[in-house]
């Protein structure tokens, strides 16, 4: 008998679990124009992604619905009968019961530890959720000059400070599970995935050559900051701040 149970795992009887919403965006935006060289303009947006319905080991547990709303302030402008193009924004997203992996109570496997005696009973899984607050800001510029002739460059970037402001129940990572606490607070750290700084150089040359072909070469450069790659955010997961260069004739 042992040894069967221990082959088939735990049987669930039949669950279900149902989920239905009606999503709404929405999007306001004003622009200025100063000059003929100079626009600037300011958005509101609203968004939200779909929830699901979701079970952990037999019980319904749905994930809520992800909300969001953008702002965003910016200018565009052109100089020089349009050879120098310089955009730039600054940006904040608040989002609220943003999805991601997080602790959670197990209550199949509490139910279960309670049947078998098992101190202390409560157990926990780390599974698809809500964390209830992120917030995204920074700033983004993207400028283009081809004022010299037969060649064109392009410098763009982004400094994007996403954190979480208000996770109190993450997973622990791995470094971290001698810790009593089944939770850790990351409150006030970078999401996973998110580098704070991403800067991109190009330049690109073209030269026609006689009436039918055109000599071309072109380098590229993307640069991208440290980061942390897990929901767990665990220190073992650390990517170091890397650059990528594409060169072409």
Do not use: C
């Amino acid at each position: 008998k042992a040894l069967r149970a221990r082959q088939i795992g735990q049987l669930i009887p039949e669950v279900s679990s149902n989920y239905d919403d009606t999503l709404y965006t929405s999007f306001l935006s004003q622009a200025y124009e100063f000059n003929d060289q100079v626009r600037g303009y300011v958005t509101w947006q609203y968004g939200e992604k779909s929830g699901t319905a979701f079970n952990i080991n037999g019980e319904p547990t749905g994930v809520k619905p992800e909300k969001t709303n953008s702002y965003e302030i910016g200018v565009k402008t052109t100089f020089f009968d349009d050879e120098l193009v310089f955009n730039i924004n600054l940006f904040q997203m608040d989002i609220e019961d943003y999805q991601q992996a997080i602790r959670k109570v197990d209550e199949w496997a509490t139910q279960d530890n309670i049947n078998n005696g098992v101190v202390p009973a409560l157990a926990y899984v780390t599974a698809q959720g809500n964390v209830d607050g992120v917030r995204v800001e920074g700033v983004e510029f993207d400028g283009y000059y081809t004022g010299i002739e037969n060649f064109s460059f392009r410098l763009s970037g982004a400094f994007n400070d996403a954190y979480y402001t208000d996770f109190k129940n993450s997973p622990k990572p791995p470094e971290l599970n001698y810790l009593d606490d089944p939770f850790v607070d990351q409150t006030g750290k970078n999401l996973p995935g998110a580098a704070k700084w991403t800067v991109n150089l190009g330049v690109e040359y073209r030269q026609p050559i006689l009436s039918a072909a055109e000599f071309h070469a072109s380098f590229n450069t993307a640069y991208t900051s440290d980061y942390l790659n897990t929901d767990d955010l665990s220190s073992y997961s650390y990517t170091p701040g890397y650059s990528r260069t594409d060169a072409s004739i």
